[in-house]
């Protein structure tokens, strides 16, 4: 499974990338919404792990962050995490259609057991088969 990583606190983002890679993810980190879009653009994912609260130059709202998104990769599953959260931001981006919301801080056994939980419905579904390899050694 590959990920896209958007995670601006670099000590979260390598305690969750430690996570993804014992779960045999290829991972793919941006610690920018700049650099998250353009990663989004260079390359196809299956997973994209997005904060919220990523810096971005043009003051881009996280709403329109998660729409390039959707837009760039119909049919990759996007989780989101949030530190500020209230019922006002959630409801704001779970209208996008993401799988999960999470609020931080995010331990690394809900992100493997995320991660697990989506391997097993891919692998289900043959979801995710544009690699090329059999559906039943894709995630292996």
């Avoid at 931001?89 to 809900?110: A, D, F, S, T, W």
């Avoid at 493997?112 to 559906?135: A, D, F, P």
Wanted: aromatic letters at 2%.
């Amino acid at each position: 499974m590959k990920v896209l990583l958007a995670e601006s606190d670099k000590k979260v983002a390598a305690g969750i990338k430690t996570a993804l890679l014992m779960c045999g993810c290829e991972v793919v980190s941006a610690g920018t919404a700049g650099r998250c879009l353009t990663a989004a653009q260079q390359d196809k994912f299956d997973l994209l792990l997005i904060d919220l609260s990523l810096p971005h130059p043009t003051n881009m709202d996280c709403e329109e962050i998660i729409r390039q998104l959707k837009d760039i990769h119909q049919d990759a599953k996007i989780i989101t995490m949030a530190s500020d959260n209230t019922r006002e931001l959630e409801q704001q981006i779970r209208r996008h259609g993401i799988l999960c919301y999470l609020v931080k801080p995010v331990l690394p056994n809900l992100i493997r057991e995320l991660v697990l939980h989506l391997r097993n419905r891919v692998t289900s579904y043959g979801i995710g088969s544009h690699t090329g390899v059999r559906k039943e050694e894709h995630w292996r």
